[in-house]
């Protein structure tokens, strides 16, 4: 009898062991995955509803000229960059994590004479090569950055508008989704941020380009 009672004791504290050991690899792992975002301290910055209705205008205005749709609420992460000039020419570049890598979509809106070198594509990117976009988004720190830049209309110049969506930032307790719009003159380090994106793409094209 002591020895059944014995044995189900020892049974009852492997499985509380098993349960503590199981919890802390847990944290651990939690820990591992909130690193990235654990730096990221949010300003609580009153954003005027007059311009953030033009930026949300805008964004649908450039949804449908280059035939695209907002990344908010996919369940993979992802980042689109849609770059537009005030002479009507511009660029929707769209990173998708996917697969162990990535998924790179261009879209094109040419000028003759101006802007005539893009063309549209989709090309597959490895894990270190979207690494290196997900580094550039976190050392630009795009997920604490101001949303909107200045608020003027610009007759001569470019705007950017920045969508990120990162899904696994929820159990960390961060932001899941951002839009950020940057109109030039303007160059700060959103307005960095776009345009090493883009060079980013660039260089990525050139690249898959020449192995084919």
């Known amino acids: 009898m002591k020895s059944r009672i014995y044995n189900k004791l020892l049974l009852q504290y492997a499985y509380l062991i098993l349960i503590f050991l199981t919890c802390c690899n847990n944290n ?45 609420g996919l369940n993979n992460e992802a980042y689109l960059l849609q770059f537009y000039s005030s002479h009507g020419y511009g660029e929707s570049v769209k990173f998708e994590k996917k697969n162990g890598g990535g998924l790179v979509s261009i879209k094109c809106k040419n000028k003759k004479d101006i802007f005539e070198d893009c063309f549209d594509y989709q090309i597959k990117i490895s894990s270190e090569e979207w690494d290196i976009l997900e580094k550039m988004i976190y050392e630009f720190n795009f997920w604490v ?13 470019s705007a950017y508008l920045l969508e990120g969506n990162r899904p696994e930032a929820k159990k960390c307790n961060k932001k899941i ?19 090493n994106i883009l060079e980013y793409a660039y260089q990525l094209e050139f690249k898959y380009q020449q192995n084919r």
Do not use: H
């Open 177 to 195: 989704y951002k839009l950020v719009s940057r109109i030039s003159p303007q160059y700060d380090k959103m307005g960095a941020l776009c345009n």
């Open 28 to 72: 651990l792992q939690m820990n591992e995955q909130c690193s990235k975002f654990e730096n990221e301290i949010y300003q609580n910055i009153q954003i005027d509803s007059a311009s953030s209705r033009e930026v949300l205008e805008f964004q649908k205005y450039l949804f449908t000229t280059f035939d695209e749709s907002s990344i908010k």
């Open 145 to 157: 950055a101001d949303d909107f830049g200045v608020k003027r209309v610009v007759l001569d110049g």
